[in-house]
């Protein structure tokens, strides 16, 4: 009988070691499906693209913490959302043209389709852009221009278009800059 209890109590120890590694093996495996792989950098828009060119020295990539001084207020709620990392840049077009790019890494594709949906349901009247899914680019029109939201895996855009007369021209700008952010695979 104490033969018995040893051996018993010594397969439950090895049981218990095996089962052990394996959950602490297991805890150390992590799911690269949500961890974002985005390089910021690649939404940089460095050739002309239908008229629109970068104004010189405005591209910057920030943190969370150099969201402040990019935006006057409003930094907090980006970061609320889990912003990573991003990246600000103008474009020119004509001479009262103007397109103000915000590329953000939110880490996630739950995160950046949260702030895409806030953002959403900020907007009082949606405005749609042809051939553009509705579940992926919303719009507004402003005074002047147009403010597109964005979503595309772990990322979020903000083409922010001012200086326009007509509003079919800004939505047709806004939907050629657009499918060129979509086309960057983050």
Same mark, same amino acid.
């Given at each position: 009988?104490?033969?018995?209890?040893?051996?018993?109590?010594?397969?439950?120890?090895?049981?218990?070691?095996?089962?052990?590694?394996?959950?602490?093996?297991?805890?150390?495996?992590?799911?690269?499906?949500?961890?974002?792989?985005?390089?910021?950098?690649?939404?940089?828009?460095?050739?002309?693209?239908?008229?629109?060119?970068?104004? @010189?020295?405005?591209?910057?990539?920030?943190?969370?913490?150099?969201?402040?001084?990019? %935006? $006057? #207020?409003? !930094? &907090?709620?980006?970061?609320?959302?889990?912003?990573?990392?991003?990246?600000?840049?103008?474009?020119?077009?004509?001479?009262?043209?103007?397109?103000?790019?915000?590329?953000?890494?939110?880490?996630?594709?739950?995160?950046?389709? @949260?702030?895409?949906?806030?953002?959403?349901?900020?907007?009082?009247?949606?405005?749609? %852009? $042809? #051939?553009? !899914? &509705?579940?992926?680019?919303?719009?507004?029109?402003?005074?002047?221009?147009?403010?597109?939201?964005?979503?595309?895996?772990?990322?979020?855009?903000?083409?922010?278009?001012?200086?326009?007369?007509?509003?079919?021209?800004?939505?047709?700008?806004?939907?050629?800059?657009?499918?060129?952010?979509?086309?960057?695979?983050?």
């Amino acid at each position: 009988m104490g033969k018995y209890k040893v051996a018993c109590t010594g397969s439950i120890i090895l049981l218990l070691i095996i089962a052990g590694y394996a959950l602490a093996k297991d805890s150390t495996k992590t799911d690269t499906r949500k961890k974002s792989t985005v390089t910021i950098s690649q939404f940089r828009i460095t050739d002309q693209v239908s008229g629109w060119k970068e104004e @010189k020295d405005s591209y910057i990539v920030f943190d969370p913490a150099g969201l402040y001084d990019i %935006i $006057d #207020g409003g !930094a &907090d709620f980006y970061i609320a959302f889990g912003l990573k990392k991003g990246m600000y840049q103008r474009l020119k077009g004509t001479e009262t043209r103007q397109c103000d790019i915000f590329a953000e890494d939110y880490g996630s594709i739950k995160n950046a389709k @949260k702030i895409f949906n806030a953002k959403k349901e900020q907007i009082s009247e949606p405005v749609k %852009i $042809d #051939g553009l !899914a &509705d579940s992926v680019v919303v719009a507004e029109m402003v005074i002047g221009g147009l403010n597109v939201f964005v979503h595309n895996g772990a990322c979020y855009f903000e083409v922010l278009l001012s200086g326009f007369d007509k509003n079919e021209t800004a939505l047709e700008n806004a939907g050629t800059l657009v499918r060129y952010l979509l086309r960057v695979r983050p």
